[in-house]
Nanobody
Framework: QVQVVESGGGWVQPGGTLTLSCTVSGSLGTFIAVGWHRQAPGQQRELVAITTRGGNTDYADSVKGRFTISRYNDKNKYLQMRSLKPEDTAVYYC?????????????WGPGTQVTVSS
């Protein structure tokens, strides 16, 4: 019923910027958090940024000061990325979790590729 799809990925030179969007179709119910994760070639998937219901935002140390995630109550869900580095190259995933009534959910998109190179 509910689907999560990322968009906005592509190729960019080091120091450039990209904004990723997370589009959710269907009834989201009450969401607890929106997070962005990434998986680089040969690496494990890691948390990049997350926004929680209480209004808190957290970032991985590697992206702190460069990436900005949308706030919890923002209608448009996004990840703004600036001062991109080659090590940011990865597939980026949007993760939405919450609940429908008493039923919890944990939804993932298929990912979008971000490539940072000269």
């Amino acid at each position: 019923q509910v689907q999560v799809v990322e968009s906005g990925g592509g190729w960019v030179q080091p120091g450039g910027t990209l904004t990723l969007s997370c589009t959710v179709s269907g009834s989201l119910g009450t969401f607890i958090a929106v997070g962005w994760h990434r998986q680089a070639p040969g690496q494990q998937r890691e948390l990049v940024a997350i926004t929680t219901r209480g209004g808190n935002t957290d970032y991985a140390d590697s992206v702190k000061g460069r990436f900005t995630i949308s706030r919890y109550n923002d209608k448009n869900k996004y990840l703004q990325m600036r001062s991109l580095k080659p090590e940011d190259t990865a597939v980026y995933y949007c993760n939405v979790r919450g609940y429908w009534g008493s039923e919890q959910y944990d939804l993932w998109g298929p990912g979008t590729q971000v490539t940072v190179s000269s």
